[in-house]
């Protein structure tokens, strides 16, 4: 599986983007699916994870209410909507698929595949 991740960029503080990560391969629909985040000098962070099925969704308590994890099965993508933006939600965003787990989990070793990761940098 290969992950590419997209839609990050500059914006002012209160802005939106959205994320996407396009996955090749056919068995998309059977990974559980995580955005995590890095900023400079810290730890990769789980910020949201969405299961297989696409029925439950989790997110890191300083995202809730701003930031939703959806994804789209019959275009193998997954989507990030940040809406709100705050200058610490300046980081590298990474999505990420686990092929054995269909439920998300925040834990970055369940996880057997990474995009390349996309900047996103708020500014106040």
């Known amino acids: 599986v290969q992950l590419q991740a997209s839609g990050g960029g500059l914006v002012q503080a209160g802005g939106s983007l959205r994320l996407s990560c396009a996955a090749s391969?056919?068995?998309?629909?059977?990974?559980?699916m995580g955005w995590f985040r890095q900023a400079p000098g810290k730890e990769r962070e789980f910020v949201a994870g969405?299961?297989?099925?696409?029925?439950?969704?989790y997110y890191v308590a300083s995202v809730k209410g701003r930031f939703t994890i959806s994804r789209d099965n019959a275009k193998n993508t997954v989507y990030l909507q940040m809406n709100s933006l705050k200058p610490e939600d300046t980081a590298v965003y990474y999505c990420?698929?686990?092929?054995?787990?269909?439920?998300?989990?925040?834990?970055?070793?369940?996880?057997?595949?990474w995009g390349q990761g996309t900047l996103v940098t708020v500014s106040s």
């Open positions: 391969g056919r068995t998309f629909s059977r990974y559980a």
């Open positions: 969405a299961s297989a099925s696409d029925v439950s969704a």
């Open positions: 990420a698929a686990s092929q054995w787990k269909t439920i998300a989990t925040r834990t970055a070793t369940d996880y057997d595949y």
